[in-house]
Every structure is written in C-alpha cells, then in structure tokens.
C-alpha cells in the first residue's frame, strides 16, 4: 500500500509541475514512473529520439513524453539538454528516490517559444536518474536529440582542445576588471605556436582573458568579437605556462560555455606608410561629433588607394569610443570595447577620400589621456578572410591587438 502511495503522489506532483509523466501501473519500486519500457542514456553521448502519435500522454494537457534513465555519480557538474525543430520540447529531472529535481522548457510564461530546453545541475547522489523529455502541447509530434555531458571545471586545458563548463555566480574567485565569477584554464607550450582562443556561451556575455602564469601579467583579452557577445584571442605566443580566464562581463554573469583552442598560423601583412600612433586628451574642449549627440576629438586621414584600416584606442583613464566619419559626415564605423578590457578597435576597408577619426568615450564625462594607434595594410595581404573579423596578432608581444601594443590596454594586475 505504501508503495502505491508513493507511485500516486511521484505522478500528481509530476503532472503539477507541467511536465509529461507516465501512469501508476508503468511504475517501478524505485521512481514510481520510470517503467521497463524507459530507455537507458549514458554521460556524453547524443541520443536522437521521437515523440510518435503513439507515445504516452500527459492526462493533465495531452502532451507526449518520453521517459530515459542515466547513471550519475555524486559531484558531477551536467547538463541535459533537449533540442527539436518540430515542437517546443521540455526536460525534466528525477532523483534516484524519485523527487523532483528540475524542469527546464523552451516555451516560457510569456508564450516565446525556442529549439532547446537544458538542465544544469550538481548531483549530490550517486545513482540512476530520470529524464522525462516531452511536448509543450497536445498533438505535438516530432524528432529531438537528447545529450547528456558532463561539465569541465577549471583545470588542466589540453591544447588543442575544447572544454564545456559551467560559470557560477557563487565561485569564489572573482575576475579582477569584470567582477565576475572566473574559471581558470592552464596550459602550458612547448615551443612558439599560433593560438586561436574562443570562448562561446548563450547564456552570458563572454570575456576571455589570458595571462601568463605565476605573473598574472595580461597578454590579451577580449570581450565582443564578430558581432556577437562571444570573445576571441588570435595570438602568437611564446614557449611557457600561461593560463585562460574564463568570466562574462557583466558582475552576475552565469550559465554554460565552451572554450576552444586550436592551433593556427597567420601570417601578419607589414603596414603602409601613413601608419603611426598618436596621443590625445579628452578635456573640456571635446567638440560635438556629427549630428550623434556625443562629443570627442577629431583626427583626420587622407586615404589615396584602398586599405584595410586596423584602429585602436587605449585608455587607463577614459573609457574608449571610436567614430570614423567621411567626408559627407557619414558613419563609416564606430566600436567600444573590442581592443580588450574598455579598449576600442575597428578594423575594416577603407576607400580613397578625406576621413575624421574621432576619439571618445562611452561617457562624455570621461576626461584623460588617450593614445590612438592606426596601422594601415594592402587588402591583398588578408587572403579572402572576413576583413570585420579579422584579428592580428601583435608581432612585438606577442599579445592581441595592433602593432606595438599588447592590445588589452591594462597591463598586468
């Protein structure tokens, strides 16, 4: 009698919860809804699954499910996630005793409807768990795939290689320009290499950053890169320890990512004439840029031949904001933080004609010294690539960013 009990409340607190649960007489002693008919998943593997017009239904609103088991141990960092471009799926989560862990689903409370659900969790207990995948919907039918990973937290990073972990808000550590939790990556090289270093998430605005170990000293950072909210470092880096950073930038930042470093060659193009650095104050005197409402300091450039403009501004005392203008005060381009830390960089084509480059800052409050470095290249040297997300390594530092500087604009901590 007991058990039946038990098998009773496990199914209405599942139906309550809005998830997809199956019905008393599937039940077995343990779970009281995983029945013989479940399906068995195993850690890091990806499981393609259907909801057929013939799979159970929730009693409660005519959604389809499907049931798996998983065998975790205790401590692990995983996460479970569902993914279907037929209908909004859901995940659910069950304890080995049966209780309710956690219910992630791509449909919200505000009626948005997405491909994927997840479910990140540490297991306490070891033990055999339970999924429930199901529908949001009645009548909803289709294919999902189904993975379940474990997370890698801070340790060792092998390179090449590629790393899935978790940022948590309560980690101890604390990323010293960003406020943010931070994991920490060593690696060491064994002679000079080429590195690209991504640092992807959906769930955080990434930053990345890489410094050389015991020192801490900063090599490079990044924040935003092609467009997106992910980081990347592209650098050519000594043989030595150093380590990767991994935060987000803003101070609550928390949820997956992946780190990847692969190996790779670039070959830097030497800069034209008219390339240089040049330095500035942003004073009481800042003249209004163009009708944008902001003001800054205007620097002009002729430009006589098509090139690839590679522009960066560094600041310890502003928080740099490059425009570029032509001649008709059009916007040709503008950037905050791509140079790493609060540094901006723009590297884009350039056509002949007359341009302004105006320093600013993010706040027109901001007053303090600035250095503006432009580097000039023939298109022909980039091969093809993408020129807006082109990234050069700095021959001098072997740091990220534009020639002779290390391109994070903070030096170390």
């Known amino acids: 009698m007991r058990l039946r009990?038990?098998?009773?409340?496990?199914?209405?607190?599942?139906?309550?919860?809005?998830?997809?649960?199956?019905?008393?007489?599937?039940?077995?002693?343990?779970?009281?809804?995983?029945?013989?008919?479940?399906?068995?998943?195993?850690?890091?593997?990806?499981?393609?699954?259907?909801l057929g017009?013939?799979?159970?239904?929730?009693?409660?609103?005519?959604?389809?499910?499907?049931?798996?088991?998983?065998?975790?141990?205790?401590?692990d960092l995983i996460a479970l996630n569902v993914s279907s471009s037929d209908f909004y799926p859901g995940i659910s989560l069950y304890a080995?005793?049966?209780?309710?862990?956690?219910?992630?689903?791509?449909?919200?409370?505000?009626?948005?409807?997405?491909d994927e659900a997840t479910v990140t969790r540490r297991i306490v207990t070891s033990g055999r768990y339970v999924l429930v995948v199901s529908a949001s919907e009645s009548g909803n039918t289709g294919t999902f795939e189904l993975s379940a990973e474990r997370l890698q937290e801070a340790g060792d990073l092998d390179v090449p290689g590629q790393v899935s972990g978790f940022l948590a808000r309560g980690d101890g550590s604390r990323h010293p320009n960003t406020g943010a939790a931070v994991q920490v990556f060593p690696f060491e090289l064994s002679q000079s290499e080429w590195l690209d270093m991504r640092l992807e998430s959906n769930d955080f605005d990434a930053y990345l950053t890489l410094v050389e170990a015991g020192t801490e000293a900063v090599v490079a950072e990044n924040d935003d890169w092609g467009g997106s909210t992910d980081s990347r470092i592209l650098a050519e880096l000594d043989a030595g320890a150093y380590e990767l950073w991994v935060t987000g930038f803003h101070s609550e930042s928390s949820g997956r990512f992946t780190l990847r470093v692969e190996e790779t060659s670039v070959s830097r193009p030497d800069?034209?004439?008219?390339?240089?650095?040049?330095?500035?104050?942003?004073?009481?005197?800042?003249?209004?840029?163009?009708?944008?409402?902001?003001?800054?300091?205007?620097?002009?450039?002729?430009?006589d031949e098509p090139v690839v403009i590679d522009l960066s501004m560094?600041?310890?005392?502003?928080?740099?904001y490059l425009y570029v203008l032509d001649e008709n005060d059009q916007l040709v381009g503008e950037d905050d933080d791509s140079a790493g830390s609060l540094d901006a960089r723009l590297v884009m084509p350039l056509e002949p004609g007359e341009y302004t480059i105006w320093a600013s800052s993010?706040?027109?409050?901001?007053?303090?010294?600035?250095?503006?470095?432009?580097?000039?290249?023939?298109?022909?040297?980039?091969?093809?690539?993408?020129?807006?997300?082109?990234?050069m390594g700095d021959s001098t530092s072997g740091g990220y960013g534009t020639s002779g500087s290390s391109g994070c604009g903070c030096g170390g901590w």
């Open 5 to 50: 009990t038990f098998a009773l409340l496990s199914v209405a607190l599942f139906f309550s919860l809005g998830c997809a649960s199956v019905t008393p007489s599937s039940a077995d002693q343990q779970h009281g809804f995983a029945g013989p008919d479940s399906e068995t998943l195993t850690l890091d593997e990806t499981r393609v699954g259907e």
């Open 53 to 75: 017009r013939s799979a159970p239904v929730n009693p409660r609103d005519g959604a389809p499910y499907r049931v798996y088991q998983i065998d975790l141990d205790g401590g």
């Open 96 to 114: 080995p005793d049966g209780s309710f862990l956690a219910h992630e689903s791509a449909y919200d409370d505000w009626g948005w409807g997405g």
């Open 271 to 303: 800069p034209l004439s008219g390339s240089g650095t040049v330095t500035g104050m942003l004073s009481e005197d800042r003249m209004p840029i163009g009708g944008f409402g902001v003001t800054g300091n205007p620097h002009t450039l002729s430009v």
């Open 314 to 320: 560094h600041s310890y005392q502003v928080d740099p």
């Open 362 to 391: 993010f706040y027109e409050s901001d007053r303090g010294d600035y250095e503006l470095v432009i580097d000039l290249y023939d298109p022909s040297d980039f091969d093809g690539d993408f020129i807006g997300d082109y990234i």
